[in-house]
């Protein structure tokens, strides 16, 4: 049971260390982000993220139970590796443009791009699950910027 949240802090303690345990196993059975499958998408926005064509859930869920980790920080330990795993120069952070990649998205032709891209969506779809509740009540406009304020916290 938990008392009260935990601080900033502390979780990018647990983060840390969570991460130093699951990179191996997720190096050993060669999680990453299939972007082929998805290279002919159609633009426009998702409506449902292909999580399970995007990533090997069968082999996470199976690393998750076997590290007996909860699911929100699982998740967030898969986001910290995939990121890990795409170029600092095809990220916002590294200079790339947030317009280039939304105008390119899944049809890009650089695969590091790609990567990037879905990185952000699953990133995006985690953030709206946690805070439905809150995002719901927003419109539309807001609730996307507040979305979009959130991933680039994130990603940081």
């Known amino acids: 049971m938990t008392v009260e949240d935990p ?3 502390f979780d990018k303690l647990r983060d840390i260390n969570d991460f130093k345990i699951l990179r191996p196993d997720f190096e050993k059975t060669g999680i990453k ?3 082929e499958s998805l290279m002919r998408a159609e633009r426009g926005r998702i409506k449902r993220v292909p999580t ?3 990533l090997p859930t069968t082999t996470l869920k199976e690393i998750r139970k076997n590290r007996k980790i909860a699911a929100r920080q ?3 330990q898969v986001e910290m590796f995939l990121l890990a795993n795409v ?3 095809r990220r916002a952070s590294g ?3 947030l317009t280039t990649l939304k105008v390119q998205g899944a049809r890009a032709a650089d695969e590091e791009l790609r990567k990037y891209y879905w990185w952000r969506i699953l990133l995006k779809q985690r953030i709206l699950k946690k805070n439905k509740d809150l995002l ?3 419109d539309m406009e807001e609730r996307l910027s507040r979305i979009e ?3 680039r916290g994130q990603e940081d």
């Open 7 to 9: 601080s900033e802090e």
């Open 33 to 35: 982000i299939n972007t």
């Open 52 to 54: 399970s064509v995007l």
């Open 74 to 76: 699982f998740a967030r």
């Open 87 to 89: 170029a600092q120069t």
């Open 95 to 97: 200079g790339q443009s």
């Open 136 to 138: 719901v009540q927003l």
């Open 149 to 151: 304020d959130s991933a």
